[in-house]
Antibody, heavy 122, light 106 residues
Framework: QVQLQESGPGLVKPSQTLSLTCTVSGGSISSGDYYWSWIRQPPGKGLEWIGYIYYSGSTYYNPSLKSRVTISVDTSKNQFSLKLSSVTAADTAVYYC??????????????WGQGTLVTVSS | DIQMTQSPSSLSASVGDRVTITCQASQDISNYLNWYQQKPGKAPKLLIYDASNLETGVPSRFSGSGSGTDFTFTISSLQPEDIATYYCQQYDNLPAFGPGTKVDIK
C-alpha cells in the first residue's frame, strides 16, 4: 500500500521560505509510472495545485506561484520536496503531497498524504 | 485558463436520497474530469476519474457522467458516511479544482 507523509515546520515567518518534504513508502518514485505533486488548501477554502515533479527531475508549476516555487526529488531517499519563497499570510494552508497517476484525461490524484498545516506568522 | 463552477455550493438531504452535483467547465474539456470526496480534517479521496470511471474500492452508489462542458456526480442513496465536501477537478494545461459542494444530512 502506497503511503505519503509530509514533514516540515508548522510555522514560518513572513518573507521567509517554506520547506516541506514528502516521504513515499510502499512504492518507488523512480518507477517512472507517476508524477508527484504538491497541492494546498487554505483554511476553510478550496484546493490549489502547486506543481509536480517527475522522477527524472522535470517539473511543472502553477503559473500563479511559479516565481516562488521549487520542487525537487531525491530518489535515493524516495522523497520529494517543496520550497516556497517570500511567504505571506496568504500562503497559510494545509499542504498535501499526492501521487498523480495521470489518468487518460490528465492529472488524477490517487494517493495523498495526510496534510500538514503551515502557518505564516511572525 | 479554464474556469470550473460547481452547483449547488451546499445541500442537505435525507439518508437514502439521491444527490446530484453538477460541474461546468468554461470550455470543452472532453471527459477530462475527476471527482473527489473530502471529509473534515482529511485529505481528498479520488472517487471518479475520466468523468465516469469508478475508482477501485469506491462504493457503486457513486457515479459520474458527462463530457464537454457539463458533468454530473450522483450519489444514488445518500449514506451518513457520505457527509463531506465534493470537488470536481479538470486538467487543461494545468490541474484545477472546482469550488466544492458541501453535503450534509437533513
Amino acid at each position: 500500500q502506497v503511503q505519503l507523509q509530509e514533514s516540515g515546520p508548522g510555522l514560518v515567518k513572513p518573507s521567509q521560505t517554506l520547506s516541506l518534504t514528502c516521504t513515499v513508502s510502499g512504492g518507488s518514485i523512480s518507477s517512472g509510472d507517476y508524477y508527484w505533486s504538491w497541492i494546498r488548501q487554505p483554511p476553510g477554502k478550496g484546493l490549489e495545485w502547486i506543481g509536480y515533479i517527475y522522477y527524472s527531475g522535470s517539473t511543472y508549476y502553477n503559473p500563479s506561484l511559479k516565481s516562488r516555487v521549487t520542487i525537487s526529488v531525491d530518489t535515493s531517499k524516495n522523497q520529494f520536496s517543496l520550497k516556497l519563497s517570500s511567504v505571506t499570510a496568504a500562503d497559510t494552508a494545509v499542504y498535501y503531497c499526492a501521487r498523480d497517476r495521470y489518468c487518460s484525461g490528465g492529472s488524477c490524484y490517487d494517493y495523498w498524504g495526510q496534510g500538514t498545516l503551515v502557518t505564516v506568522s511572525s | 485558463d479554464i474556469q470550473m463552477t460547481q452547483s449547488p455550493s451546499s445541500l442537505s438531504a435525507s439518508v437514502g436520497d439521491r444527490v446530484t452535483i453538477t460541474c461546468q467547465a468554461s470550455q470543452d474539456i472532453s471527459n477530462y474530469l475527476n471527482w473527489y470526496q473530502q471529509k473534515p480534517g482529511k485529505a481528498p479521496k479520488l472517487l471518479i476519474y475520466d468523468a465516469s470511471n469508478l475508482e477501485t474500492g469506491v462504493p457503486s452508489r457513486f457515479s459520474g457522467s458527462g463530457s464537454g462542458t457539463d458533468f454530473t456526480f450522483t450519489i444514488s442513496s445518500l449514506q451518513p458516511e457520505d457527509i463531506a465536501t465534493y470537488y470536481c477537478q479538470q486538467y487543461d494545461n494545468l490541474p484545477a479544482f472546482g469550488p466544492g459542494t458541501k453535503v450534509d444530512i437533513k
